[in-house]
């Protein structure tokens, strides 16, 4: 069997020191060689590990025989988002793990060809557009740009629906603008994706805030028959443990948002500092501790260190972000827990004190539960902390809006088949709804709601 196609990336003592696109991309040449060792299965069992099931067999064929525009243009029919998808997709869970190459050897780089497709073709609207669609001019709110309100909202485009996008911030994209870092997934090409949305028709309104600038009821009064709730997971979790109030003690979606949003690593080009010292501890193990880890070292710090209370085969991480974190130098402590942060006199961050850590039976999540070792406890050198240990549901469209039904989590509760909310007409989906997942989990749930919501539409006409 042909050995996998690896794409080129940038150096990693060189990348260290920019926040340029790591990973380069397939050459055409490389492309067609790697489309090549699809074996054009039947069944297909890829397109199952897709969650917004995109023909992929075809667009690989497609490849093979040079015609990148047709590629694109089916996974067009089904992923308006494929340049950030081939890019972020934990493509090692999802498509390439059901891939039938994945049993005897090296699956198919499904995502490395979808990025090259996305990279290579014009965007086309020929294929997302219903102009004779009998939902034409009625209107839905979606409430949140991120990847699940950018998926429903195209999805209701191509029926002529009226959609206008309501965001917080003052950019469209969610967390693909203010977590996930420049070097990742290029901002340039974010908006170039979602600039194809508003091609499509759709509106964005940034800078409201649903729940406090406008009420979900001032919506549907404004015409709109039903609601999207995509607003994310944007409240950061903290370890509850003293100091962290210290100087140089970041939350991962702050430090990450001034970094990326607010352009921090261009200071002082753009107005953001951000303080970081020479020994940086990065608390958490997942996508975000990565990415807060290699943006500490990108603004100037000396050592990086990842600490995680279990080991490196439990870690949520994406493998191949966490083997670019080895590359450029991030160092790794294993099975400690933080039990307090330390601060000096002037109120800046001097260590961490932690305990040791054994594993022990598995927990609810099927992963080893972590147990303390008495004794253990030890103080560990850091000038900086970023608290990476995850995020929940944004509470505000809830804590406004008292009918929509909870869950224990802060997530509001949907339907799984139909991501209906308890509430007529108001559907939700994303993290809001399932909590810290992934892009294209999100993007999948867009797409079931905008279904459902077309069904809804259609019984009012009726
Ligand atoms: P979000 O992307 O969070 O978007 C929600 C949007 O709603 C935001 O723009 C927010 O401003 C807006 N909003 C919130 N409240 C309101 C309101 N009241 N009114 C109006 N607007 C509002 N996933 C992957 O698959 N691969 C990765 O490599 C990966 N890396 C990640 C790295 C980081 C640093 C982070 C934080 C997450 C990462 N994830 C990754 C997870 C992934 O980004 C999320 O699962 C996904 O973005 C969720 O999409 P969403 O549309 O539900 O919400
Ligand atoms: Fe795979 Fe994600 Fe592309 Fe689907 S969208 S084919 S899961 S990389
Ligand atoms: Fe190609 Fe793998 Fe899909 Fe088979 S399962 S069609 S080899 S990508």
């Known amino acids: 069997m042909k050995e996998r196609i690896k794409d080129k990336k940038q150096d990693p003592k060189e990348r260290v020191k920019n926040f340029k696109e790591v990973a380069l991309g397939y050459t055409l040449q490389q492309a067609i060689e790697e489309a090549e060792r699809c074996l054009q299965c039947k069944k297909a069992p890829c397109i199952k590990g897709c969650p917004v099931e995109i023909n992929i067999p075809a667009f690989i064929g497609k490849i ?262 080895i590359e450029e130098g991030i160092k790794f402590i294993f099975l400690v827990q933080p039990l307090e942060i330390v601060g000096d006199e002037h109120g800046y961050v001097k260590g961490i004190k932690v305990i040791h850590n054994t594993l022990g039976e598995p927990d609810e999540s099927g992963r080893r539960r972590p147990v303390p070792i008495e004794g253990s406890e030890e103080i560990l050198p850091f000038d900086t902390v970023i608290i990476a240990i995850g995020q929940k549901p944004s509470p505000l469209i809830p804590m406004a809006y008292k009918k929509l039904k909870t869950g224990r989590k802060g997530n509001i509760e949907v339907d799984p088949e139909t991501c209906a909310t308890n509430v007529e007409g108001i559907y939700a989906g994303g993290d809001i709804a399932t909590g810290a997942a992934t892009v294209i989990s999100a993007m999948g749930m867009g797409k079931k709601a905008a279904k459902s919501i077309v069904k809804y539409l259609l019984s009012r006409t009726e």
Not at 183 to 211: A, C, H, S, Y
């Open 64 to 325: 093979k025989e040079g015609k990148i525009q047709e590629a694109l243009d089916i996974i067009y029919e089904k992923n308006i988002l494929p340049a950030i998808c081939g890019r972020v997709c934990p493509q090692e869970t999802q498509c390439e793990k059901a891939c039938t190459l994945a049993r005897v050897g090296k699956p198919i780089a499904i995502g490395k060809l979808e990025r090259f497709v996305a990279d290579n073709g014009k965007q086309n609207l020929r294929c997302s557009v219903d102009k004779n669609s009998k939902l034409s001019g009625r209107k839905v709110a979606v409430i949140g740009s991120g990847p699940a309100g950018l998926t429903c909202a195209s999805e209701l485009a191509r029926y002529g629906i009226e959609v206008t996008i309501f965001e917080a911030l003052h950019v469209p994209g969610g967390v693909l603008m203010y977590g996930i870092p420049e070097f990742r997934l290029p901002k340039e090409i974010v908006q170039k994706e979602i600039n194809l949305l508003k091609k499509m028709g759709v509106e964005i309104k940034t800078d409201v805030i649903v729940g406090r600038t406008i009420t979900i009821d001032e919506i549907f009064g404004q015409g709109y028959e039903a609601i999207f709730i995509g607003t994310g997971a944007g409240l950061p979790s903290f370890l509850d443990i003293p100091g962290e109030n210290f100087l140089r003690v970041y939350s991962a979606n702050e430090f990450l948002t001034r970094v990326n949003l607010m352009k921090g690593y261009l200071f002082p080009e753009y107005d953001t500092p951000v303080s970081v010292g020479e020994k940086v501890a990065v608390i958490g193990g997942g996508n975000v501790a990565m990415d807060s880890a290699r943006c500490a070292l990108r603004l100037g710090a000396k050592e990086v260190t990842v600490l995680y209370r279990r080991t490196e085969k439990e870690m949520p991480a994406r493998k191949e972000e966490y083997e670019n974190a």
